[in-house]
Nanobody, 111 residues
């Protein structure tokens, strides 16, 4: 299996923006719904956003209106645009496609 590769996490100030990306193999990209999860220290992993094969999206209440999940089928890449970031968004973020998980990428929101 070709692993999922996440990119573009980092440190950002409150109110700032980041866009996470998750590169996948073409063989799985069009087959499944795709998800972003996150796990903060001492907390359980939680589902943040989903995009279906048909392009419908769903979000956790805590990120609605601030985060946008999208997919580029030509590039086999999943994205998570995160705006108006808050300290409570600090977590390791994971992409999830089918049975595969990304390696996780740290997002820290702090002044």
């Amino acid at each position: 299996q070709v692993p999922l590769v996440e990119s573009w996490g980092g440190l950002v100030q409150p109110g700032g923006s980041l866009r996470l990306s998750c590169a996948a193999s073409g063989s799985i990209f069009s087959l499944y719904n795709m998800n972003w999860y996150r796990q903060a220290p001492g907390k359980q992993r939680e589902l943040v956003a989903t995009i279906t094969r048909g392009g419908n999206t769903n979000y956790a209440d805590s990120v609605k209106g601030r985060f946008t999940i999208s997919r580029d089928n030509a590039k086999n890449t999943l994205y998570l645009q995160m705006n108006s970031l808050k300290p409570e968004d600090t977590a390791v973020y994971y992409c999830h496609i089918g049975i595969q998980w990304g390696q996780g990428i740290q997002v820290t929101v702090s002044s």
